[in-house]
């Protein structure tokens, strides 16, 4: 919602016309489209990502279980920047750029890239931006880090593989990444999954339906799974478990000093035994460490040191999404067209930042106890982007006007910048292969409609790709 917020610091002007979106996953790929959309003539939407193809990032531990649907998870960027409503014909921009390349480095007006782009005049690794949206996540658990490096922490098998050549984000790359996680499943008669997060639930449920005879356990440190969602959540879980004979052992924390003990254990030598901090011992041939995720904000942090949260490692944001370093007002500025009582009453939420071009969205913010999950990147996606178009609106306005009258510092309605606030956390968790528990807007139901691959055609046809068929999705 716009709340007569209104920023008046000024980004930087380099002339190339470009808002840059680093990272093409949930939150990115819909910023910029709302950008392509809504960009006037002359200005260009650029998304870079290290991968070539979108990885849909909730099938992965599904497809790392289940052969035969691993090429799913990796869907085209190719009808990104095509019309909604027309999904054959272009947007208005035909500038729109999509790059698959590593980011490495950033600074207030440009990004380095690991390599140059000459066919789309990029003839140099770094590309200047008059806006920019970070939306490069988090580093995902073991179980589903495709670019992680290869562990054997939570397999001591692992060391015995040949190296493996170095992942650089294809599609060809993760399904063979899945088809081997899937054979680890397999030869496993038993497996600990440590955490009770979504991942971890998903991940114990999913093994325990698709191989019935293996043993397997999880390791929760809460006494309750889920414990953001109602209570009934946890027990509808709980009652799942049960009936997929899944072993849960709540309220103890692993020992990671024991994983690590354990880690040179060579095949043949029976499972691996670690133990939880009481003292508990566990044995598994496969350990897969589902604990959660390391925000992706190291580029932040090199740029500008005070753009992080310590205590979290998160991205300061104002509620507009900008990244949030307050910078001295300058004298004499007005921060905003409203009345003074007005003025006084939202004082604590009119900032100004030294950073008013810079917005980050997704599981890098620290955005007011958000959810970390896909949707809720999406929609802080869809705030950012209509705030960048809020900006350059006035900023072409004010332009114009300095051209032809002399420049006018009043803020029209439709510039006023827009609040992003967490709406009700909302979840959807399989159990097992057809059956799932959701919460969203406070109702808690379950659904026995499940199917194998996750309805990943649905996830295609939201990226463009619709009408897909089954051979469709090898591409």
């Given at each position: 919602?716009?709340?007569?917020?209104?920023?008046?610091?000024s980004?930087p002007?380099?002339?190339?016309?470009?808002?840059?979106?680093m990272g093409?996953?949930?939150?990115?790929?819909r910023?910029?489209?709302?950008?392509?959309?809504?960009?006037?003539?002359?200005w260009r939407?650029?998304?870079?990502?290290?991968?070539s193809?979108?990885?849909?990032?909730?099938?992965?531990p599904?497809?790392a279980?289940?052969?035969?649907?691993?090429h799913?998870?990796?869907?085209?960027?190719?009808?990104?920047?095509?019309s909604?409503?027309?999904?054959n014909?272009?947007?208005?921009?035909?500038?729109h750029?999509?790059?698959?390349?590593?980011?490495?480095s950033?600074n207030p007006?440009?990004?380095?890239?690991?390599?140059?782009?000459?066919?789309h005049?990029?003839t140099?690794?770094?590309?200047p931006?008059?806006?920019?949206?970070?939306?490069?996540g988090?580093?995902l658990p073991?179980?589903?880090?495709?670019?992680?490096?290869?562990s054997?922490?939570d397999d001591?098998k692992?060391s015995?593989?040949?190296?493996?050549?170095?992942?650089?984000g294809?599609?060809?790359?993760?399904?063979?990444?899945l088809q081997r996680?899937?054979?680890?499943?397999?030869?496993?008669?038993?497996?600990?999954?440590?955490g009770?997060?979504?991942?971890?639930?998903?991940?114990?449920?999913?093994i325990?339906d698709?191989?019935?005879n293996?043993?397997?356990?999880?390791?929760?440190?809460?006494?309750?799974?889920?414990?953001?969602?109602?209570?009934?959540?946890?027990?509808e879980?709980?009652?799942?478990?049960?009936d997929?004979?899944?072993?849960v052992?709540?309220?103890?924390r692993?020992?990671?000093q024991?994983?690590?003990?354990t880690?040179?254990?060579k095949?043949?030598?029976?499972?691996r035994?670690?133990?939880?901090?009481?003292?508990?011992?566990?044995?598994a041939d496969?350990?897969?460490?589902?604990?959660?995720?390391?925000p992706?904000?190291a580029?932040?942090e090199?740029?500008?040191?005070?753009t992080?949260?310590?205590?979290?490692?998160?991205?300061?944001?104002?509620?507009?999404m900008?990244?949030?370093?307050?910078?001295?007002r300058?004298?004499?500025?007005?921060t905003?067209?409203i009345?003074?009582?007005?003025?006084l009453?939202s004082?604590s939420?009119?900032k100004?930042t030294a950073?008013p071009?810079?917005?980050?969205?997704?599981?890098?913010?620290?955005a007011?106890?958000?959810?970390?999950?896909?949707?809720?990147?999406?929609?802080?996606?869809e705030?950012?982007?209509?705030?960048?178009?809020?900006?350059?609106r006035?900023?072409?306005?004010?332009?114009a006007?300095?051209?032809?009258q002399?420049?006018d510092?009043?803020?029209?309605?439709?510039?006023?910048?827009?609040?992003?606030?967490?709406?009700p956390?909302?979840?959807k968790?399989?159990?097992?292969?057809?059956?799932?528990?959701?919460?969203?807007n406070?109702?808690?139901?379950?659904?026995?409609?499940?199917?194998?691959?996750l309805?990943?055609?649905?996830m295609?046809?939201?990226y463009?790709?619709t009408n897909?068929?089954?051979?469709?999705?090898?591409?």
């Open positions: 919602m716009s709340n007569g917020i209104v920023n008046r610091s980004p002007s380099n002339g190339s016309k470009t808002v840059v979106v093409g996953s949930y939150g990115g790929c910023a910029a489209r709302v950008l392509a959309e809504g960009l006037p003539r002359g939407v650029v998304l870079i990502d290290r991968n193809h979108i990885n849909h990032i909730y099938n992965l599904r497809y279980v289940l052969p035969g649907h691993e799913k998870a990796f869907i085209p960027y190719d009808n990104l920047f095509h909604t409503s027309h999904p014909d272009p947007l208005n921009n035909e500038q750029l999509r790059l698959h390349a590593t980011i490495t950033l007006q440009s990004i380095g890239l690991s390599r140059s782009f000459p066919e005049g990029i140099e690794s770094s590309l931006f008059d806006y920019a949206i970070y939306a490069l988090s580093h073991i179980p589903i880090d495709l670019w992680g490096a290869k054997n922490i001591p692992a015995e593989t040949p190296d493996l050549p170095v992942y650089t294809t599609k060809e790359e993760g399904t063979s990444w996680r899937q054979k680890r499943v397999e030869s496993a008669s038993s497996v600990l999954v440590v009770g997060g979504a991942l971890g639930i998903q991940f114990a449920s999913d325990a698709v191989y019935p293996k043993h397997v356990t999880l390791l929760h440190s809460r006494k309750r799974l889920l414990p953001r969602f109602d209570p009934s959540i946890h027990a879980i709980l009652q799942s478990l049960e997929l004979n899944v072993e052992i709540t309220g103890e692993l020992d990671l024991s994983v690590r003990e880690s040179g254990q095949a043949g030598t029976g499972p035994i670690v133990k939880t901090m009481s003292g508990r011992e566990i044995a496969l350990l897969l460490l589902c604990t959660g995720q390391i992706n904000t580029l932040l090199e740029m500008d040191s005070r992080i949260v310590p205590e979290n490692a998160m991205a300061r944001v104002l509620q507009t900008q990244l949030n370093v307050p910078s001295p300058p004298s004499g500025l007005h905003a067209t009345d003074q009582d007005e003025q009453q004082e939420q009119i100004e950073y071009h810079m917005f980050v969205v997704g599981d890098a913010a620290d007011f106890d958000a959810l970390n999950a896909g949707h809720t990147a999406y929609y802080q996606g705030v950012a982007a209509r705030n960048i178009l809020r900006l350059i006035r900023q072409e306005r004010l332009s006007d300095g051209e032809n002399g420049s510092e009043t803020v029209r309605e439709d510039e006023e910048l827009e609040l992003y606030s967490p709406g956390a909302a979840i968790v399989s159990l097992g292969l057809t059956r799932l528990v959701y919460e969203v406070g109702i808690v139901g379950t659904r026995e409609d499940g199917t194998d691959d309805n990943a055609a649905g295609w046809a939201s463009g790709m897909v068929r089954e051979e469709d999705m090898f591409a």
